[in-house]
């Protein structure tokens, strides 16, 4: 439990630490650049972190669930197939610009697709010493090192827009971003160096833990970016990035949270056991209630403020983004509910039953978003979005009941909390929900 709340502090501290960078970056670059920019760089992000998960071999969860996670042979190996992932995403990045800029009707998408594949072809060098301080949760250096070379990639995103005055600003920082993350780790994680190497039996086990982790994360790229990819045709390039600034304000405690549970759950599981008798199980009961209560506040409070935060951060341009908030911090608190206990399944090596869920997910994620999408528009959309957290739930509880987690009482009481907070936060925002959903409509 020591280790679980250093750990979790770490990370609340550099996810924190992250989007306050990030955060303090948008408000610069909306000011230097234009609201088509991030309509643009939005696509060119789906597209990126699409072929990223697309193609996960689960070489993080492998490492931090299997026996062999410390062995150097078995590492070396996960790191050999990283840095062929990562050349054969960034030739992938670059067959697939000319497609994607007929399908979305955007001729620069020819120009910035492979000049962002080259991030994907740095990451794959990263030293697996990553994974390691992941899988013992010695998360501080790390941490501090992630915020480091954050702060180099948005120095390096506002030195040029100044310059430039165009997206590809965005797109090279986040090259050089990508750069100052492979540098700073190689030289300062503690650790040996990885080197190239091929075992088959370590390649044996990666390739049957991954193969479910590689179709699970593809579709949860379908469940996480596929709003956007949707949008992106339903969409101009301006509303988009509109769009884009009220997803990445309203999204934060939901994606804080996640990196919470993926970091601390695992490992916690892997270690206990998901049954450890009566004192295990309140010790689970009090991590699994303190971190969803944690990040369902965070959420009402981005929905209970989300015009006026929007009003105050950026310029009128972006107006309509303070109603998407509050509707998409609304919708996303169904998803808050379950959001600990499909590590169980991973920490269990069960990464076919993870599969499954991950495919129904995709499939309610997706039918849900283009079914509001089609039929109200934008608003239907992210309706469509809440409503496939409600429909998928069960397909969860299935998962955690597999693997003796599931808590009745957990679930009830912020389910019951979620619409009262959900609730609220509409009726005091409905004002500026209407107001956007005219201009839309519009």
Request: charged residues 10%; positive net charge.
């Amino acid at each position: 439990m020591a280790r679980v709340a250093r750990s979790s502090s770490f990370i609340i501290l550099g996810y924190g630490g992250s989007q306050a960078m990030r955060l303090a970056a948008n408000l610069i670059l909306t000011r230097l650049l234009f609201p088509e920019a991030f309509g643009l760089m939005a696509l060119i992000t789906v597209v990126t972190v699409g072929l990223a998960m697309f193609s996960d071999v689960g070489i993080g969860p492998s490492i931090a669930q299997s026996r062999r996670g410390d062995d150097q042979a078995f590492l070396d190996t996960a790191w050999t197939v990283q840095v062929m992932r990562g050349f054969a995403l960034w030739a992938v990045a670059c067959l697939a610009a000319y497609p994607v800029a007929q399908f979305y009707g955007d001729a620069a998408l020819m120009t910035y697709l492979p000049l962002a594949g080259a991030a994907l072809a740095v990451a794959g060098f990263n030293p697996t010493r990553i994974e390691t301080a992941h899988r013992h949760l010695l998360m501080g250096r790390l941490t501090l090192l992630d915020l480091a070379a954050q702060a180099l990639g948005i120095a390096s995103m506002i030195a040029l827009a100044m310059v430039l005055q165009s997206v590809a600003a965005l797109v090279i920082g986040g090259v050089l971003q990508a750069l100052a993350k492979l540098v700073l780790t190689h030289l300062f994680l503690p650790g040996p160096a990885n080197r190239f190497h091929w075992e088959r039996a370590a390649l044996r086990e990666l390739v049957g833990f991954g193969k479910w982790i590689f179709l699970s994360t593809a579709l949860w790229f379908v469940a996480s970016q596929g709003d956007r990819a949707i949008l992106g045709k339903f969409l101009t390039l301006e509303w988009l990035g509109v769009y884009n600034i009220g997803y990445f304000l309203a999204s934060f405690p939901m994606l804080l949270g996640s990196a919470v549970s993926g970091r601390i759950f695992l490992p916690v599981y892997r270690e206990t056991g998901a049954a450890t008798g009566d004192a295990g199980s309140r010790k689970l009961r009090v991590l699994r209630f303190g971190l969803t209560g944690a990040v369902l506040v965070l959420l009402a409070v981005m929905a209970l403020a989300g015009p006026a935060l929007v009003g105050v951060l950026y310029d009128a341009r972006y107006a309509a983004a303070g109603a998407m908030v509050v509707l998409i911090a609304c919708m996303l608190m169904p998803q808050v509910i379950g959001l600990s206990y499909d590590q169980a399944a991973l920490a269990a090596g069960d990464s076919w039953r993870f599969f499954i869920f991950c495919a129904l997910r995709a499939v309610a994620q997706v039918s849900c978003l283009l079914v509001g999408a089609v039929q109200y528009g934008l608003m239907g959309a992210i309706l469509g979005m809440g409503v496939a957290g409600v429909i998928v739930h069960p397909a969860l509880v299935w998962l955690a009941r597999r693997h003796r987690v599931w808590d009745p009482l957990h679930d009830g009481v912020y389910a019951a909390l979620a619409l009262v907070f959900g609730g609220g936060a509409v009726w005091l925002n409905w004002a500026a929900v209407i107001a956007m959903a005219e201009i839309v409509t519009g």
